[in-house]
């Protein structure tokens, strides 16, 4: 679903970790785009093709509502390479998931 998402976005996605409670996306996307924007793009669409191919999902939901309201963003620069955010996506998998689904998004 994300990759189909990004696909018709022009978004790259370098990495992505799908856990059963939370995404990360390593990604790169056009100036034109805001974080915000994608990050937008994503959680939106996904909730909407979740709750259209399983409807009893969203009444499973308090309030309704696939994903939570925030995400953590991180641009690569200087300090944080695109090799340090790459382990890092591999490395979650050992990671303790949480209860509540979230979006993690890395933009290079």
Do not use: N
Request: charged share 25%.
């Amino acid at each position: 679903m994300f990759k189909e998402i990004a696909e018709v976005y022009d978004i790259t996605i370098d990495e992505m970790e799908v856990s059963p409670d939370h995404v990360h996306l390593f990604c790169s996307f056009p100036p034109r785009y805001s974080i915000a924007q994608v990050v937008t793009r994503f959680k939106s669409l996904s909730a909407r093709a979740v709750f259209r191919e399983f409807p009893q999902v969203k009444r499973q939901l308090r309030g309704g509502e696939f994903w939570e309201d925030g995400y953590f963003a991180r641009t690569v620069g200087d300090k944080v390479t695109a090799e340090v955010i790459r382990k890092y996506t591999v490395s979650l998998l050992k990671i303790t998931r949480s209860a509540v689904p979230y979006l993690v998004m890395t933009h290079f």
